[in-house]
């Protein structure tokens, strides 16, 4: 069992930053691949970021070349770096863990965190 505890969220200013942890429970946690997800009022939640335990990553076109996804496998520790923020980022963000490789960078996730809470303001 992995536990996801999320982290970082908060109220920003169009045009700021802000950096999202999430720490995992567990001694594998360089085998997971970590994703970033969001979800705003009213929608469905999307795929925001991926690291695979290679450290090869992916992003969603909206927030590419914005948001820089990290992982610290020592200390069991994925980032979400969020720069350049606009209100349409506004969302709950979620982190997740999948055990199993996969190349998709939307589905087969086997745990969850129970999501940050980030509001940028126009």
């Known amino acids: 069992q992995v536990q996801l505890v999320e982290s970082g969220g908060g109220l920003v200013q169009a045009g700021g930053s802000l950096r999202l942890s999430c720490e995992a429970s567990g001694r594998t946690f360089s085998s997971y691949t970590?994703?970033?997800f969001?979800?705003?009022p009213g929608k469905e939640r999307e795929f925001v970021a991926i690291i695979?335990?290679?450290g090869s990553t992916n992003y969603a076109d909206s927030v590419k070349g914005r948001f820089i996804i990290s992982r610290d496998n020592a200390k069991n520790t994925?980032?979400?770096q969020m720069n350049?923020?606009?209100p349409e980022d506004t969302a709950v963000y979620y982190c997740?863990?999948?055990y199993r490789y996969s190349v998709t960078v939307n589905s087969g996730y086997d745990y969850w965190g129970q999501g940050t809470q980030v509001?940028?303001?126009s």
């Open 34 to 36: 970590m994703g970033w």
């Open 38 to 40: 969001r979800q705003a």
């Open 52 to 54: 695979w335990g290679g």
């Open 78 to 80: 994925v980032y979400l």
């Open 84 to 86: 350049s923020l606009k």
């Open 96 to 98: 997740a863990a999948r």
């Open 119 to 121: 509001t940028v303001s």
